[in-house]
């Protein structure tokens, strides 16, 4: 066998084992369908509409795990973490303080991977009332949510609804009861 005729058999070979091999590999979604489909950008070019898992729900700008099988199938599987993945501390407006008692944690936010804004911590507030919702804390910019979520809380012999506003601020107002010594954020989440 020749030189030339091996190079050429062993160009051809790793060729097609690269070709149908399983694979994983990263991309960015660059657009996102309602079908369950998105357009990735792989390092080798574009590929459109790659069918999604359920469980990933997608968005533009999103860096993503791909799959791809011999048979030529993708799929994306989920996005990789980012720095907005991680527990975010919320800025506590005039009259609002993190509660200082051992074992309670601070406020916080972050977007899970399914794109929930999340809430957690327990507040030290003042000048809650029934009559109107007053801004309790704001998030940082890249975990404001998508839709207003209002939710239901607790405190001390007190509920409160929890507002989590598209313009990043968290909103609170009593339902029942009055001078509350703590208000937990725990379970207020919306997309």
Known sequence: MTKKLADAVQRTAQRTVTQNSAAWL????TAAYDDGTV??????????????????????????????NPAGNWVVEDA???????????SLRS??????????????CRRNSGGMVQL????????????ASVVMGDMPAAIRPQYRGACMGVG???AVRIYINTDGTVSARLITGSAPSWVSLDGAQCR
């Open 26 to 29: 990263l991309a960015t979604v």
């Open 156 to 158: 001390d012999a007190v």
């Open 39 to 68: 357009d990735i950008s792989t390092a080798t070019g574009p590929v459109e509409r790659v069918r999604r898992l359920r469980s990933y729900s997608p968005q533009v700008g999103d860096r993503v795990k791909v799959a791809r």
């Open 95 to 108: 009259g609002f303080t993190a509660s200082g008692t051992a074992g309670d944690a601070p406020p916080m």
């Open 80 to 90: 990789t973490a980012k720095a907005a993945d991680a527990w975010q501390p919320i």
């Open 120 to 131: 957690s911590g327990i507040i030290v507030p003042t000048g809650l009332s029934t009559s």
